[in-house]
């Protein structure tokens, strides 16, 4: 039963909120619908926030043909969709990997494309932000497997990037790439692509501000590992989704273990309710760093 599939879109409740930083321009019905959003004041290299949903169990998706998407988890919750848009909104780049891509395989990572009902608000706010097209979506894959027919490649809404392998890029290139996209291979064939190759590349076809990492969770485990996640914003959705013995399902981070040894400790700067969700927000060691 998907509880929150047909409730309504209500504002945000305000819980915790630290202000630092500076107050971004949110067109009147954002503002009602989210609150205050503050961003941390700029600096040279750009900042990097993840914006996952999960399970009170830590699930983030529940790995099962045509129900693998964040949806599933929130509940279809229209207040977690109104934050993914947003957050799209303010982003000058979407970096997902392969696997997210399959499990969402018609979409594009655009705020108008999450929440269609507040295209022209996400649309206000970009503009206000000095941005004029939609965040570059970057798509990471080692093995360059990738079905360039997907409305991200085609569509002509966005301009996609492709960071893969040599070898990757090889099989790419063979089968011809459509012109909004490029491909960029950053590593050696069969090695993992490290997070800060990406984000190195990234920049130097796309230089930005801020850089929204939406998964999965192995992409992400790669940035945590690399300590550059500056800010991770978590919807914690009322369900327990479990797991069966041996089962595949995916927490916020996979591939890469850090407690006891290199235990990563954020810190809590946000919380906000929509009904039984929480919209949480939390800072982490680098993301300190011009704040003020």
Known sequence: ??????????????LFETKRG????????????YGSLRLPLSRAHP???????????????????GHASGAD??????????????????????IIGAGTLAADSLGVWTAAAVFPQLADEYRRLSKALGKSEAPLNVIVSGSGKLDLRLPVFVSGKVQALVVTTAEGAKQLLKRGIPDSVEVRAIGRSGSAISARAILDDVCRVHPSKLILVEGGPRLLGHFYAEHLVDEQFLTLAPQIAGRD??????????????APGDALWGTLTDVRRGSSHLFLRYSFPESSDGMK
């Open 47 to 65: 900042r990097v926030i993840s914006n996952f949903v999960t399970a009170l169990d830590g699930v983030v998706s529940l790995n099962t043909k």
């Open 1 to 14: 039963m998907h509880r929150s599939r047909s409730a309504p879109l209500v504002p945000l409740k305000t």
């Open 245 to 258: 013995i041996g089962d595949r399902r995916p927490g916020l981070v996979m591939g890469k273990a850090f």
């Open 73 to 94: 988890i929130s509940g279809f919750s229209a207040q977690d969709r109104m934050v993914m848009g947003l957050l799209r909104a303010i982003a000058d780049v979407v």
């Open 22 to 33: 500076k107050v971004v321009p949110l067109p009147p019905r954002l503002a009602r619908l």
